[in-house]
């Protein structure tokens, strides 16, 4: 492979840039669903804390809507031609939000101890490093064991926050009373935190970006219902709502109104794709024919238009195509009900109750499930929908207590990531709804995800990948509904919200607004 | 008394409003040649614009007409059968407790506040959350949060009855003490358990109807509540979903209050409600 060479500019964030002049200041109103339960992101990644706290935690990379490294805390970076030594220069004069300068001490204690400790989805990455050194104070090397294709995916901010070392070193991270004003590099830096109403963060004067942030203040709103944010945007109380904060009803009543603009661009990274798990253990749904039977069944093209208002798209397989190395050589399931029927009576299914457990999101998924299972039910197959609630589908997935059940999961832009953790055998585990639920075992495969993750040309494992898809699909272990695309809607003159791959998580450092 | 009944023009229209109901409830199968889950049609269709679809389509373009009959078969069904149960479990308690008084009464009156103290769609939330919503638990929950108000009223009917001199004579006739209960005072209490019985299925309706709104209905049967809380977020832009099993709740209820009243009015002729009722 090639020694990769990022440019030392932000070319990407000059060409993003319309031909009028960002203008400083102003402020941005943002709801953030549910509150989240902390800001430190190094203890706490779930959603609502990465869209507030990537704007006070930065990390060595960004990612554009590509999937293509771009400069963040490393203004540069380089990979050996063997795959495994990582090289990043990180910018000059960088301050943490305390005044403290920011070196490479605080990446080597980030990554290799207190995200060592407590970030498990970095760790299963870090597994396959051998130190983390830096030879001066803005150069950090990450020395692999073993080629591991995807490592370069995992320094975006809710993957790899960067923390300060003066903080935490030789604390207890849990109880550290830092973790309620968190201190980053970040464009923005916290300031109040009220519970049950707003988080207010300030523009970082001292941010190593000329110019940068635009914005004055960000606050992001706490409203707990789905109508209420509905009214807040229109009343004009907030000027963003970011994907799945309202209902999907709404959206087009929202899209619709004057000075309004929506995209559903933002998600390449995570590109969330949902799927139904299929019990592969026992009844009906242990039967190949069975699982391609549902395929046939489910209209999924209606469920996009429908029940999701045209966003997202119809899954062709286990990877996302936003995510690297997707390939659509595949078998496709289209709608076709006389096909499902022929498979079921070629199996000899004798009308087995099969239940559905839809996930408890709210009426979408309620929605979405009553589609499927009438869709089931015009083939033949006696589907009955499960009422759940989000500890009992906790429960009944992770005790896999399911014949079919809803589910979506991230994909963080590779699928050594975010992909093969759900089909690998050796991924089976009782009491994680986040692993290979279905129970799919298939030796031949599982070595071929492994090999694939190792491989150090691309080529080498877009070949792999595709032809793994290509047997998956055939196999069906969880029938795959739908890329989800979850819109944000904004005020048309806040500019440049979204231009990176997760989206208005790190958005507010280029975006401004056009008085 | 069905000459009383029938002379009050609202009850009669309460019976009329209900066998409507109930005819609906029983031939909708006929009446619909697809199922109410059944997406026929494009989704939010307005009513009276498609012939077929009177009453237009909902989220995912399923009959609202079809939604409405089949709905008419839980509402009903839940309504009558979670009343029955509640008389199963309130009459026989209070006629013990007001028959044998002492420390029988004692207990089952304590019993019964018990279950009085807690609100009662707060128990029933509680019910069926723990057993998993289906009609036979929504059922069983409606039951449970319905019977004390009979247990109560038996009680006081039994007490009243019992202290009258046909009793006394039955007593020295040598009649032994349940069999008093049971062909003497018992029969004597059971009107006003009839008009009671007939606004509890109301409330029962209600009851369903409430816990289907907060979605703990059962998911695979229709019913009013289900319709309106699945269409409250889209109530804006499509009226016709929450606004026609919300008149149907209200008719049906209605009836039943109406038959309630005249029922009342015509087992009790020396408390004459006329003008009131």
């Known amino acids: 492979m090639n020694t990769l060479r990022a440019t030392t500019f932000l070319i990407a964030a000059t060409l993003a840039a319309p031909l009028a002049a960002q203008q400083s200041g102003g402020r941005l109103d943002i709801v953030v669903q549910p509150e989240p339960p902390g800001l430190m992101m190094g203890l706490v990644q779930n ?14 990379l960004r990612y554009n809507s590509d999937l293509e490294p771009q400069p963040s805390l490393a203004e540069s970076w380089e990979i050996s031609d063997d795959g495994l030594t990582y090289t990043f220069h990180l910018h000059d004069g960088v301050k943490w939000h305390d005044g403290e300068p920011f070196t490479a001490d605080d990446v080597v204690f980030s990554a290799d101890v207190f995200l060592r400790e407590t970030h498990a989805r970095l760790r299963a990455s870090l597994a396959y490093v051998e130190s983390i050194t830096a030879p001066d104070d803005t150069t950090v090397v990450f020395q692999l064991k073993e080629p591991f294709g995807p490592f370069i995916n995992a320094f975006e901010t809710g993957t790899m926050p960067i923390v300060p070392k003066h903080i935490y070193e030789g604390t207890d991270y849990a109880t550290n009373e830092m973790n309620a004003t968190p201190i980053g590099t970040g464009p923005f830096k916290f300031d109040e935190w009220v519970k049950g109403s707003y988080i207010h963060l300030v523009k970082n004067e001292d941010y190593y970006l000329d110019g940068k942030p635009y914005l004055d203040e960000v606050y992001y709103r706490v409203i707990p219902d789905a109508a209420a944010r509905a009214v807040a945007f229109e009343t004009g109380e907030v000027d963003v709502l970011p994907g799945g904060s309202v209902e999907n009803w709404d959206v087009p009543r929202l899209t619709e109104m004057e000075g309004v603009c929506s995209t559903g661009a933002g998600w390449e990274f995570f590109a969330p794709l949902s799927w139904m798990w299929m019990n592969n253990r026992e009844g009906p749904t242990s039967d190949v024919r069975f699982r391609q039977a549902v395929m046939y069944a489910m209209d999924r093209d209606f469920v996009k238009d429908v029940v999701w208002n045209g966003f997202g798209k119809v899954a062709t397989g286990p990877v996302a195509s936003s995510t690297n190395y997707y390939s659509d050589a595949v078998t496709q399931y289209d709608h076709n009900p006389d096909k499902a029927k022929e498979l079921l009576a070629e199996m000899g299914y004798g009308g087995e109750a099969v239940r559905i457990l839809p996930l408890p999101y709210g009426e979408t998924w309620q929605r979405w499930a009553e589609a499927v299972r009438q869709n089931l039910s015009e083939v033949g197959i006696n589907a009955e929908i499960d009422s759940t609630d989000v500890a009992g589908w906790n429960e009944k997935t992770s005790q896999w207590d399911y014949d079919l059940a809803f589910t979506y999961l991230y994909q963080y832009g590779d699928p050594a990531l975010g992909v093969s953790r759900n089909y690998v055998a050796s991924q089976i585990s009782k009491g994680s709804p986040w692993n290979n639920v279905e129970g799919y075992e298939n030796p031949e495969l599982d070595a071929k995800w492994t090999a694939a993750a190792g491989m150090v040309s691309a080529e080498d494992r877009a070949a792999a990948y595709a032809e793994i898809q290509k047997e998956i699909v055939d196999d069906v272990p969880v029938a795959w509904l739908q890329e989800l695309e979850f819109p944000t809607i904004y005020r048309c003159n806040v500019k440049d919200l979204v231009t990176t791959a997760i989206g208005i998580n790190d958005g507010p450092r280029d975006a401004w607004v056009e008085e | ?52 679809l009177p009453l237009g389509t909902d989220t995912l373009g399923r009959d609202v007409a079809s939604q409405l009959a089949y709905g008419a078969r839980v509402s009903l069904l839940v309504g009558l059968v979670s009343t029955l149960v509640a008389l199963l479990i309130g009459v026989p308690l209070g006629a013990l407790a007001g028959f044998y008084g002492n420390w029988v009464d004692e207990g089952a009156m304590r019993f019964t506040e018990f279950f009085q103290t807690i ?34 009223l038996v ?111 015509a087992l009790n002729p020396h408390l004459s409600r006329k003008g009131k009722a």
């Not at chain 2, 707060?122 to 998993?132: K, Q, S």
């Not at chain 2, 009258?164 to 006003?192: C, H, K, W, Y």
Request: no cysteine; aromatic share 10%; glycine share 6%.
């Open chain 2, 119 to 152: 609100p009662n769609f707060a128990l029933a939330i509680v019910l069926v959350a723990i057993f998993e919503p289906t009609l036979a638990s929504i059922t069983i929950a409606i039951a449970i949060v319905s019977w004390p108000p009979v247990a109560r």
């Open chain 1, 47 to 60: 959603g609502p804390t990465q869209l507030v706290a990537g704007d006070i935690y930065e990390s060595l």
């Open chain 2, 1 to 52: 008394m069905w000459k009383r009944f029938s002379s009050n023009i609202g009850a009669m229209l309460g019976v009329v409003l209900l066998l409507a109901v109930i005819a609906v409830a029983i031939f909708a199968p006929i009446i619909f040649s697809h199922t109410p889950w059944q997406m026929v049609q494009r989704p939010f269709l307005t009513p009276f614009t498609m012939d077929g």
């Open chain 2, 155 to 265: 009680r006081a009917e039994v007490m009243s009855v019992r202290k009258r001199e046909f009793v006394d004579a039955a007593r020295l006739a040598g009649l032994s003490r349940p069999r008093i209960l049971l062909t003497q005072v018992l029969p004597n209490t059971v009107s006003p358990i009839i008009v009671m019985a007939s606004l509890m299925v109301a409330t029962a309706i209600l009851l369903e109807s409430s816990l289907s709104f907060l979605g703990l209905g059962d998911p695979n049967a229709m019913s009013w509540g289900y319709m309106i809380g699945a269409a409250r977020t889209v109530i804006r832009s499509a009226w016709w979903l929450s606004f026609f099993p919300g008149i149907a709740i209200v008719l049906t209820v209605l009836a039943l209050n109406l038959i309630g009243e005249g029922l009342n009015d």
